[in-house]
């Protein structure tokens, strides 16, 4: 079909490095999105490694809500839930 797009997700996940205690739950979730540097913080990968559903899940997981998660296509901050 000549619409056709390729399906790109719309969640973008952000790390606070501040924030992040090197817990490393989010790399369990989404290892192809998050992954720890050689000062075991968190960094992003890719943005399209992992679906939005695991990116959502992964940010949920960060026990000091290091990890915000902004529709791209609304602008609105998805979590931390404000
Ligand atoms: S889950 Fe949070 S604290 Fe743990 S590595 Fe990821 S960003 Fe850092």
Same mark, same amino acid.
């Given at each position: 079909?000549?619409?056709?797009?390729?399906? !790109?997700?719309?969640?973008?996940?952000?790390?606070?490095?501040? $924030?992040?205690?090197? #817990?490393? *739950? @989010?790399?369990?979730? =989404?290892?192809?999105?998050?992954?720890?540097?050689?000062?075991?913080?968190?960094? !992003?990968?890719?943005?399209?490694?992992?679906?939005?559903?695991? $990116?959502?899940?992964? #940010?949920? *997981? @960060?026990?000091?809500? =290091?990890?915000?998660?902004?529709?791209?296509?609304?602008?609105?901050?998805?979590?931390?839930?404000?």
């Amino acid at each position: 079909m000549a619409d056709q797009v390729k399906q !790109i997700g719309k969640y973008r996940v952000e790390v606070i490095r501040d $924030k992040c205690i090197s #817990a490393a *739950s @989010c790399v369990a979730i =989404a290892p192809k999105v998050f992954d720890l540097d050689e000062e075991s913080l968190a960094i !992003i990968l890719s943005q399209d490694g992992n679906d939005d559903d695991t $990116k959502l899940l992964a #940010a949920q *997981s @960060c026990p000091t809500m =290091a990890i915000i998660v902004t529709n791209i296509e609304t602008g609105e901050q998805v979590w931390p839930v404000k």
